[in-house]
């Protein structure tokens, strides 16, 4: 089962898989935390790494990510944090700059960062692109159970 987390695509990820007839047998369900009050008391996701760190993170997207599994009863979450513009860019945080947490129940967790280019609809496009063949390169990580 596959739960999502999202920010920045504020369910787009859900809808993409939502779409695929016969997804309810392995999408278990979604979490939309546009807010950091969401990312704290909805995944648990640490007020002192929001502070630390901000809502577009390495660390908070890690965090939702474990924060997804630790509140649903799927064995992979997706997360995805980032900022999509037109406003909110910074020099150090740039319009395009998407965090993204893969997690198992395992413990396996990745995490990687990109920076797209475009308009709002095509970064948050790209986002759930991204943030759908990462679960395939994690699901590629997973030992086998023999």
């Not at 198992?104 to 990109?114: A, P, S, V």
Request: hydrophobic fraction near 40%; include cysteine.
């Amino acid at each position: 089962m596959l739960v999502t987390a999202e920010s920045c695509t504020g369910g787009w990820a859900g809808q993409a898989i939502t779409a695929i007839s016969g997804s309810s047998a392995w999408y278990e369900r979604g979490f939309i935390t546009y807010s950091n009050t969401s990312k704290h008391e909805m995944l648990g996701v640490q007020k002192t790494t929001l502070d630390q760190f901000g809502a577009v993170s390495p660390q908070t997207a890690t965090e939702m990510a474990a924060g997804a599994l630790n509140r649903s009863y799927a064995q992979i979450s997706i997360a995805i944090t980032g900022i999509a513009g037109p406003d909110g860019g910074t020099a150090e945080k740039p319009i395009g700059m998407v965090c993204f947490g893969w997690a198992h129940k395992n413990g396996l967790i990745r995490q990687e960062t990109y920076y797209f280019n475009g308009n709002r609809e095509t970064i948050r496009y790209q986002a759930v692109i991204t943030a759908l063949q990462g679960v395939l390169k994690l699901i590629d990580e997973i030992p086998l159970i023999a």
